[in-house]
C-alpha cells in the first residue's frame, strides 16, 4: 500500500511569510508526528497527534508553529513569519497505535523548507 | 536531561562487520530505536529493543544493556547499499508523554 506522502517536497519562501506542509499518512495509522531535521542531525521532535488531537505539542519551537489534523488523517504544519532559522527538512511519519511498544514509525520523504 | 552520543561516521571494508555504538542517558527509558537514513531520503526502521540482549534480524543485529545505557548495532557481511547514515533513537518520558530523542546518526562509508 502507500506509505506516508508529504506535499510540496522542496518549498523556498522569503523571510516573514506563512507557509503550510503537508503530511498523508498511511491509512490506519492513528499516530501521527511532525519532526524537524537539520544537516547532519538527527530528527527534532515537535508534534504527535493521536487522532484528531495534539497529544504533545512540547516540541514546538514558539507560537509561530502549528499543526492541525482535523479529520484524524491528513495533517498540516502551519508555520508564520518564517524566520532563516526554520530552514530545515520536515519530516513526518505515522504509527499503528501511540508511543508504545514496537510500534515502528513510519516516514515520509519530507519537505525540505528554505527561508531567504 | 537527556543525551545520545554515536559516532559521526564509520568507514569499513565490503563483506565486513561493522558495529556501531550508542550511549545515552534518559530519565525515563522505554525502548531503544535503530533506523537506517540514506542521504536525502526518510529514515526507515531496522530494530527495536526494550530489554537487554541481542536482537537478530538477518544482517543486522541490535544490542542493549539498560544498565551501561548502551546499545550497538551490528552488521554484517556488508554491501555497497549500506553506506548511509545510521541514527539511534530512545523512548523517553518527557513530562507526561513518550517521545522519540535521536542521536545525530552515525555516517557509515563502505568502500570496495
Known amino acids: 500500500g502507500a506509505g506516508v506522502s508529504q506535499t510540496p517536497s522542496n518549498k523556498v519562501t522569503e523571510k516573514g511569510k506563512y507557509v503550510e506542509l503537508r503530511c498523508d499518512p498511511i491509512?490506519?495509522?492513528?499516530?501521527l508526528y511532525w519532526y524537524r531535521q537539520s544537516l547532519g542531525q538527527g530528527p527534532e521532535f515537535l508534534i504527535y497527534f493521536q487522532g484528531t488531537g495534539a497529544a504533545d505539542d512540547s516540541g514546538l519551537p514558539n507560537d509561530r508553529f502549528f499543526a492541525v489534523r482535523p479529520e484524524g488523517s491528513v495533517s498540516t504544519l502551519k508555520i508564520q513569519r518564517t524566520e532563516r532559522g526554520d530552514s530545515a527538512v520536515y519530516l513526518c511519519?505515522?504509527?499503528?497505535?501511540?508511543?508504545?511498544?514496537?510500534?515502528?514509525?513510519?516516514f515520509g520523504p519530507g519537505t525540505r523548507l528554505t527561508v531567504l | 536531561g537527556q543525551n545520545i552520543d554515536q559516532p559521526t561516521e564509520m568507514t569499513a571494508t565490503e563483506g565486513a562487520i561493522v558495529q556501531i555504538n550508542c550511549t545515552y542517558q534518559?530519565?525515563?527509558?522505554?525502548?531503544l530505536f535503530w533506523y537506517q537514513q540514506h542521504a536525502g531520503e526518510a529514515p526507515t526502521f531496522l530494530s527495536y529493543n526494550v530489554l537487554d540482549g541481542l536482537e537478530e534480524k538477518g544482517r543486522f543485529s541490535s544490542f542493549l544493556s539498560r544498565s551501561k545505557g548502551y546499545s550497538y548495532l551490528l552488521l554484517k557481511e556488508l554491501q555497497m547499499k549500506d553506506s548511509a547514515s545510521y541514527l539511534c533513537?530512545?523512548?523517553?518520558?518527557?513530562?507526561?508523554?513518550?517521545?522519540?530523542?535521536w542521536g545525530a546518526g552515525t555516517k557509515l562509508i563502505i568502500k570496495p
Open positions: 533513537a530512545v523512548r523517553d518520558r518527557v513530562d507526561s508523554n513518550y517521545q522519540l530523542i
Open positions: 534518559t530519565s525515563g527509558f522505554n525502548g
Open positions: 491509512s490506519g495509522h492513528t499516530a
Open positions: 511519519a505515522s504509527s499503528l497505535w501511540g508511543t508504545s511498544g514496537s510500534n515502528e514509525q513510519f
